[in-house]
């Protein structure tokens, strides 16, 4: 292990704990609010920047996101990732002691499976390459994020139509955290980019400059934008439990596969790390199919009350 990852790794780690226990105090906040209509977006952005416990939350996930930007300058992907998803274990702990929220059988199931599936991208980064990437191409880097911001959005979106209806098919959170993880892991490909500015400029003013004049920040800044509003709707409307570890597991998956290869990363070299990282990513894969094809429980508790009796709308 390298002299940077033993700085990268403890960093990886603040930066996820900051960004979960947000999304903990986030749900709390959004519990105690009036239901989110997608209408009406002006009106939910106030709702949200005048509720002082929901802005805890926000900037605690900007302190994780800032740390992350930062630990992505000299660690590659396949390192950080791992590190980043595993306050998934953190979420489902606080979830179920701060938001008393329960899973299901199968669903507990599910959701142990996807931990064992971040341990296992975790081991097969043990002993690659630590040369982290910083450019990829502008044209692929396009290409990929084109298709993934839209069918982010589409999938996203289509919870919010079943919400709607009165007869819809039940929501159990899968696909909002499968349409948020997108978005959230083509934000993630926006700050793997623009941390290479901070590589190639060593002085503030040019940092600035560069950062400015990047289409990543604006990539960045929609993707964060919309996928929030999304997210905060998922989470006011379903369990954390169960929409924090899709959106984790999805976002994580996406960004290992596509970072590595965009910013021409190592794969492992050894051939059980290799399988390791593979078996890792068809596990995440099957559990979303199984969550996905699991008939919502209600949960217990105030939070789960509350996430099961509030209307999320979308405009028709």
Not at 218 to 226: D, P, S
Request: with cysteine.
């Amino acid at each position: 292990m390298s002299s940077a990852a033993y700085t990268g790794i403890p960093l990886a780690l603040l930066a996820t704990t900051a960004y979960n226990v947000g999304l903990i105090l986030e749900k709390r906040a959004l519990g105690r609010m009036p239901a989110i209509d997608m209408r009406r977006v002006p009106r939910v952005i106030v709702s949200l920047l005048t509720s002082r416990a929901w802005l805890a939350g926000f900037a605690l996930m900007l302190t994780g996101l800032g740390c992350q930007t930062v630990v992505l300058t000299f660690e590659p992907v396949s390192i950080v990732q791992p590190v980043l998803a595993s306050g998934i274990a953190l979420v489902l702990v606080l979830s179920r002691l701060v938001l008393r929220e329960r899973l299901g059988g199968a669903e507990t199931w599910c959701v142990a499976t996807i931990a064992v599936s971040v341990v296992l991208l975790a081991l097969s980064a043990t002993g690659t390459s630590t040369e982290a990437g910083h450019h990829a191409s502008p044209g692929w880097m396009a290409a990929v994020m084109i298709p993934s911001i839209i069918v982010g959005v589409l999938v996203a979106a289509s919870s919010l139509h079943a919400r709607g209806r009165k007869h819809g098919a039940p929501v159990t959170g899968v696909c909002f955290g499968i349409g948020t993880g997108l978005l959230y892991g083509v934000a993630a490909l926006a700050i793997k980019a623009l941390s290479g500015i901070l590589v190639s400029h060593h002085t503030v003013t040019s940092i600035a400059i560069a950062v400015l004049s990047s289409p990543y920040l604006y990539v960045l800044a929609g993707c964060l934008g919309v996928a929030m509003l999304l997210f905060q709707a998922a989470l006011q409307a379903c369990r954390a439990s169960i929409v924090v570890p899709v959106s984790a597991v999805a976002s994580s998956v996406y960004f290992v596969i596509a970072g590595t290869w965009l910013f021409n990363e190592h794969l492992p070299a050894s051939p059980v790390r290799l399988g390791l990282r593979l078996t890792g990513i068809v596990l995440a894969a099957l559990v979303l199919i199984m969550l996905s094809r699991q008939a919502p429980e209600r949960g217990s508790g105030p939070a789960a009350d509350s996430a099961a009796t509030v209307p999320v709308t979308w405009p028709t």
